[in-house]
C-alpha cells in the first residue's frame, strides 16, 4: 500500500544554522519508501511567489486545496460555480505530475452567505446539498484523487454538531454525501475529517459514526486527524496511534490532515527544537502505524500560515519560516523520512 505523506512544500534554501545538504528534495527520498508527498497550498502565493512554487515543485507529488474548494469560494452564488481559482491550482498539479486532494465538500464554515438566508424545506436542502456535490467533483471528476466529503460533524461531546445541514436534512445528510461523491465520481477517495485526536470520547464518537455509516453501505475510504496542536498543548503519540488503529480496524485509510505546532513568542532556539521533535514524533507515529498513509502539514512557511491572525503571540508553526529558510521541524520530518 502507497502512503502518502502530505508535508508543507519545504524550500532549498536556508540559514547557514540550518542548511539543507544539497541533494535531493523531500519527493524523491520518499519515492523508494512508495510515499506520496505534497502540500496543502493556499491559491494566493500559488499565483504570486515564485519561492512557493518553486517549494512544491522540489518536495512534493501531492496538493490539498488549502480554501478554494470550501462551498464559499466554489459556489458564491445560487447559480453560478467559481471554478477558476481551483482550476490554477489543479492545472499546476497536473503541470508538476502531482495529484489533488480536495478539501472540504460539506462543513459548517466557509458557507456562501445565501446558503442561510433564507428558510428551506428538507427537500430544498437535499437538493441544495446534492446539486453542489454533484457540480463541484463532477467537474472535477478524474482530476481530483480524493475529497474531504464531511468535516468537523462530531462535536466536542460526541453528539453530532448542530450545523445547517444536521438542522435542515437530519443525520442522513451525512450517508447522503458521501453517496452522492461517489455518482458524481466512482474513482475518487472520500474521507471524512476532524479534530480532537486527545479526546478519547470524540474519538469514539467518530468510530461509532463511521462504523454504522459503513454497515449502511456508506462510500466511506478514510477518515482525516486534522492534528492542529501546540508546543504546551498536543496529543500524546500514543492516543494518535490508537485513533490511527481504531479507524484502521474498520477497514479505512487514515490521513493526518492538517497539521501544524505553533510556537509562542519569541520564537526561540529552545521552543522551535520542541516543536521539531513533535513533528519527528508525530511523522514516526504515523509511519510505524498500521493504516495511516498521509501526513499534512497545514500551509507551506510561516509566512502564510492561519495562526497568527487566529491567535495572538503565537506562529512560527510550519517547517518553514517566513523566508522559506527550513527551521529544525524541517530537518527532523527529512531525517525521519530518511530513517
Not at 511523522?283 to 500551509?299: N, V
Request: with cysteine; glycine share 8%; proline share 6%.
Amino acid at each position: 500500500m502507497w502512503i502518502v505523506i502530505i508535508c508543507a512544500g519545504f524550500a532549498a534554501g536556508a540559514t547557514p544554522r540550518n542548511e539543507i545538504p544539497i541533494g535531493p528534495g523531500l519527493r524523491a527520498l520518499a519515492a523508494p519508501r512508495h510515499l506520496d508527498i505534497g502540500a496543502a497550498v493556499a491559491i494566493e502565493p500559488l499565483a504570486g511567489d515564485p519561492r512557493y512554487r518553486d517549494a512544491l515543485a522540489r518536495d512534493c507529488s501531492i496538493l490539498t486545496s488549502e480554501n478554494v474548494m470550501k462551498f464559499g469560494p466554489i459556489h458564491p452564488e445560487p447559480d453560478r460555480y467559481a471554478f477558476e481559482a481551483a482550476d490554477a491550482l489543479v492545472a499546476f498539479a497536473q503541470q508538476h505530475g502531482m495529484r489533488v486532494r480536495g478539501h472540504a465538500l460539506v462543513w459548517h464554515e466557509q458557507l456562501a452567505p445565501w446558503v442561510t438566508e433564507r428558510q428551506r424545506t428538507r427537500e430544498e436542502w437535499q437538493r441544495l446539498l446534492h446539486d453542489h456535490i454533484s457540480a463541484v467533483v463532477g467537474h472535477y471528476k478524474g482530476r481530483v484523487y480524493a475529497w474531504d466529503v464531511v468535516n468537523e460533524a462530531v462535536a466536542e461531546d460526541g453528539t453530532l454538531r448542530e450545523t445547517p445541514w444536521l438542522k435542515g436534512i437530519g443525520p442522513d445528510y451525512l450517508e447522503m454525501a458521501f453517496r452522492w461523491a461517489h455518482e458524481a465520481d466512482p474513482d475518487a477517495k472520500l474521507f471524512y475529517n476532524d479534530y480532537g485526536e486527545s479526546n478519547e470520547r470524540k474519538q469514539k464518537a467518530i468510530h461509532r459514526l463511521l462504523r454504522d455509516l459503513l454497515k449502511k453501505g456508506a462510500p466511506i475510504h478514510g477518515a482525516g486527524l486534522q492534528m492542529h496542536m501546540d508546543v504546551d498543548s498536543h496529543p500524546r503519540p500514543s492516543a494518535v496511534a490508537r485513533a490511527i488503529t481504531r479507524l484502521h480496524r474498520l477497514g479505512l485509510e487514515v490521513h493526518v490532515t492538517e497539521m501544524d505546532v505553533a510556537v509562542p513568542e519569541p520564537f526561540t532556539d529552545r521552543r522551535l527544537g520542541e516543536q521539531a521533535e513533535l513533528y519527528r514524533k508525530m511523522m514516526r507515529t504515523c509511519l510505524d502505524t498500521k493504516g495511516c498513509t498521509a501526513f499534512i502539514t497545514w500551509g507551506i512557511s510561516d509566512r502564510y500560515s492561519w495562526i497568527p491572525a487566529f491567535r495572538r503571540g503565537w506562529g512560527a508553526a510550519l517547517p518553514l519560516d517566513a523566508e522559506f529558510q527550513a527551521k529544525p521541524g524541517y530537518r527532523a520530518i527529512r531525517d525521519a523520512l530518511s530513517r
